[in-house]
T-cell receptor
Framework: GAVVSQHPSRVICKSGTSVKIECRSL??????MFWYRQFPKQSLMLMAT?????????EQGVEKDKFLINHASLTLSTLTVTSAHPEDSSFYIC?????????????FGPGTRLTVT | LAKTTQPISMDSYEGQEVNITCSHN???????ITWYQQFPSQGPRFIIQ???TKVTNEVASLFIPADRKSSTLSLPRVSLSDTAVYYC???????????????FGKGTKLSVKP
C-alpha cells in the first residue's frame, strides 16, 4: 500500500516551453501533497505544499508563477514548469501524506527527471 | 534550515550492524522523527518513524533517548543493497493539514562494501 506514481519519469524539452508533471496517490487519499526539487548530489529541497481544493503554499524563493501547482483531487497533484530554462533542469519529486494517519508520514513518488535544452 | 545534523558519510561491510545517529537539539514537543532511504534517481523511501523510546519494524530499529535531542537508526546485518543516502527528519505529528513540512538535511551516504 501507499504507492505514489509520477508521470512522466523523464522528459526533455526545449527552452521556453512548458512541462506538466503528474503526481498520483494510487491506493490512498492524500489531503496534502508536496513537491521537491533535487539537484545532483544534493538533498531534496521543498518547493511547495498543496492541499486539495486550495492554493499551494510556496517556499521562500520559489516562483509561484513559474511553478504552477494544481491539486484538483485527493489523488492527483500536478506541477507545471512554465517557460522552462536550462537552470530548471533537475529531479522533481512529489510526495503525499495519507489523510487517515495520525503520525506523520509522507510517501514519495519515483521522481521525474527534467532536462531543458 | 534543516532541523537535523547527521554524519555526511559512513562505511560498513556486509553483515555488520550499522548505527546512524542524528542530532535534533531543537525538536518540538509535537515533532516526530522519521527516517528515509534514497537510492540514486529515485524518490525517498520511508523506513521508520518514532516519537520516543524504541521502535522496531522489519527493516530497522529506531532508538530515541528520553530528551529526544538525538535518535539512532539501526540497520541490522547490512547488505550491498543498503548502500544509499539516509535522511533523518523531524516533523509535526498530527492529522492532515499543511503543518509539519519535512525539511531535508544533507543526509548520510552509507557505503556497504563486500
Amino acid at each position: 500500500g501507499a504507492v505514489v506514481s509520477q508521470h512522466p519519469s523523464r522528459v526533455i524539452c526545449k527552452s521556453g516551453t512548458s512541462v506538466k508533471i503528474e503526481c498520483r496517490s494510487l491506493d490512498f487519499q492524500a489531503t496534502t501533497m508536496f513537491w521537491y526539487r533535487q539537484f545532483p548530489k544534493q538533498s531534496l529541497m521543498l518547493m511547495a505544499t498543496s492541499n486539495e481544493g486550495s492554493k499551494a503554499t510556496y517556499e521562500q524563493g520559489v516562483e509561484k508563477d513559474k511553478f504552477l501547482i494544481n491539486h484538483a483531487s485527493l489523488t492527483l497533484s500536478t506541477l507545471t514548469v512554465t517557460s522552462a530554462h536550462p537552470e530548471d533542469s533537475s529531479f522533481y519529486i512529489c510526495s503525499a501524506r495519507p489523510r487517515d494517519r495520525v503520525s506523520y508520514e509522507q510517501y514519495f513518488g519515483p521522481g521525474t527527471r527534467l532536462t531543458v535544452t | 534550515l534543516a532541523k537535523t545534523t547527521q554524519p555526511i558519510s559512513m562505511d560498513s561491510y556486509e553483515g555488520q550492524e550499522v548505527n546512524i545517529t542524528c542530532s535534533h537539539n531543537n525538536i518540538a514537543t509535537n515533532d516526530y522523527i522519521t527516517w528515509y532511504q534514497q537510492f540514486p534517481s529515485q524518490g525517498p523511501r520511508f523506513i521508520i518513524q518514532g516519537y520516543k523510546t524504541k521502535v522496531t519494524n522489519e527493516v530497522a530499529s529506531l532508538f530515541i533517548p528520553a530528551d529526544r535531542k538525538s535518535s539512532t537508526l539501526s540497520l541490522p546485518r547490512v547488505s550491498l543493497s543498503d548502500t544509499a543516502v539516509y535522511y533523518c527528519l523531524v516533523g509535526f505529528g498530527g492529522y492532515g493539514g499543511s503543518q509539519g513540512n519535512l525539511i531535508f538535511g544533507k543526509g548520510t551516504k552509507l557505503s556497504v562494501k563486500p
